[in-house]
């Protein structure tokens, strides 16, 4: 009996212990929940939803613990609509790099491990493509995330996940027209961000 216990005990903390590297390939939908109101035009910014491939990193720092790096680039087309006059202004199109860090807590479920995690954000804005506009910026930023998930094992080492976060962040545009008019937003982007992959521990 006591041998049956200790294979069931050494099966459930198979998943992943103390020192492990899990690296994941997530497919992720990318939902902005943005709000921000332009100076001169008035209006409402909006970035569309955008679809794209995913690297992460997770290691273990005790068997419960971990720290997990994403690593992922967007393209978002940018408008502000209900403009002066009720038109919609192209704002052209801006690639996102957000790197994002978080800790996190892992629920020991077998074959199953959820888990939660919070953690910072850093999004470099990059590639901005003017549209109507004769220049467009945005200033990178520090943001926050939160973080629920889930593992399951397939096979010894091999892994499907899904995960959703919560990106709490906002950036500063600058937009100048080609008459020389200068509009300014403080812009709240706040993604949503769900995923879903496979993965292999090492």
């Known amino acids: ?25 997530r497919g992720l939908n990318v939902m902005p929940d943005e709000s921000g109101t332009p100076t001169v035009v008035g209006g409402e910014v909006k970035l569309n939803n955008e679809s794209v491939p995913e690297i992460d990193f997770t290691y273990f720092l005790s068997d419960a613990l971990a720290l997990e790096l994403i690593v992922a680039t967007a393209t978002h087309e940018a408008s502000v609509y209900k403009a002066s006059g009720n038109s ?31 953690g910072l954000n850093y ?35 091999v892994f499907i996940n899904f995960d959703i976060k919560k990106l709490m962040l906002s950036t500063d545009v600058e937009v100048v027209t080609y008459n ?11 993604p949503w961000i769900i995923g879903f992959g496979i993965g292999h521990r090492f």
Do not use: C
């Not at 009996?1 to 390939?25: C, H, S, Y």
């Not at 690639?95 to 860090?101: D, F, G």
């Open 123 to 157: 999004t470099f804005f990059y590639g901005e493509d003017t549209g109507a506009m004769a220049t467009v910026n945005y200033d990178n930023a520090f943001g926050y995330a939160l973080q629920v998930g889930g593992d399951y094992e397939i096979s010894k080492d």
């Open 1 to 25: 009996m006591k041998k049956i216990l200790l294979l069931i005990i050494l099966t459930m903390n198979a998943f992943a212990a103390n020192g492990d590297m899990l690296v994941r390939l």
């Open 88 to 118: 919609t202004l192209d704002l052209g199109d801006v690639s996102l790099l957000p790197p994002t860090l978080t800790l996190q807590y892992h629920f020991d479920m077998g074959k199953f491990r959820p888990y939660v995690g919070a």
């Open 180 to 190: 020389g008019t200068r509009v300014s937003a403080e812009v709240d982007i706040d």
